[in-house]
């Protein structure tokens, strides 16, 4: 799947722990991805949290998707920092998983949580 996701490489992430149900995704802040405050855009943020989803629920030869996800900034980061987005599978049940994704800057400082919720479909990858 990472090796079609341009999106993610433009971005500069780099993904750290792959293994099923949880993966770690890392991404360093670049001026470029500030909004108009100097701060990292939070869409970015969830860009990263999602990265580190998806790769967390794609574990089998079936394509899974997000079904939807809520986040909560905690803090603050700008341009230098390096954050990390891990995931981790708390539960699946039949088609339908729930998962926890923290993203925390360089120093462990939490930055934002998010709940995803997967589907898992009938489809496989191309």
Partial sequence: MMRRDAASAMLGMV?????????????????DMLNGFAITH??????LADTA?????????????????DITFLKSTTAGQTLTATAVRRTINGRSGLYDITVTDETGD???E???????TNRTPL
């Fill in 114 to 120: 998010v709940r995803g919720r997967s589907i898992t």
């Fill in 53 to 69: 989803f998806a790769i967390a629920c794609n574990e089998d030869e079936r394509v899974t998707v997000a079904g939807g996800a």
């Fill in 42 to 47: 939070g869409g970015l943020v969830f860009t």
């Fill in 15 to 31: 993904v750290e722990a792959d293994e099923p149900g949880r993966a770690v995704v890392s991404m360093p802040v670049r001026e």
């Fill in 110 to 112: 939490v930055v934002a």
